[in-house]
């Protein structure tokens, strides 16, 4: 994973290597996609309550790969709460527990890659549509990403049914009760794409 990553110039997230190592990654997600979205939604409410919200966010890391017939790995997706839409909730007074279920609607596909050689056979089409399959099977509104402005990558996320936002354009998550923004960091000229549900 880490090789195909760096493909993209990304590198894997430590906490996400550590979940993924643990064997935690995505339990909180397999336990809603198990059991119903109330069952995934419990181990959110019960870190917040304890005042530990941030603990909960772990189990919801999607990490989605695509492996060949001889074991080589073709294509990795990786998708996490946005922290930063938790921090920024609680930092704008909504109170932890809405913070936590309002982060719970929001997916953020931080990491994407093909290898080279597996390039054009649909595999990336395939992650990405199983990832937005999965998280409306979830009830999340917002499924989104950035990539850097100029990578030519528009036409591509056009095609996979996302909107396609204008260099500087945040996200308005007030619809979810969070009178925040996701937004790019100014120094880096990126652009964002959406799919809301």
């Not at 396609?164 to 945040?170: F, N, P, S, T, Y």
């Amino acid at each position: 994973m880490t090789g195909l990553l760096a493909l993209a110039d990304i590198s894997l997230d430590p906490a996400v290597g550590a979940v993924i190592k643990a064997g935690t990654v995505a339990s909180t997600l397999l336990l809603g996609l198990d059991h119903g979205t109330d069952d995934m939604l419990r181990p959110l409410v019960e870190a917040a309550a304890a005042g530990n919200p941030d603990d909960a966010m772990p189990g919801l890391v999607l990490v989605l790969v695509a492996e060949g017939r001889d074991g080589s790995l073709g294509g990795v997706l990786q998708a996490v709460p946005p922290t930063n839409v938790l921090a920024d909730g609680v930092e704008g007074g909504v109170p932890v527990l809405n913070a936590v279920l309002g982060a719970a609607k929001v997916a953020k596909i931080r990491a994407f890659a093909v290898a080279e050689d597996a390039r054009g056979m649909g595999i990336g089409e395939t992650l990405i549509r199983r990832s937005v399959g999965i998280y409306r099977q979830l009830g999340y509104c917002l499924v989104y990403g950035q990539f850097p402005t100029g990578s030519g990558l528009e036409k591509y996320y056009s095609r996979q049914g996302f909107t396609v936002l204008d260099e500087g354009q945040h996200i308005d998550l007030s619809r979810l009760g969070l009178p925040i923004h996701i937004r790019t960091d100014p120094s880096e000229p990126e652009r964002l794409f959406v799919r809301w549900h």
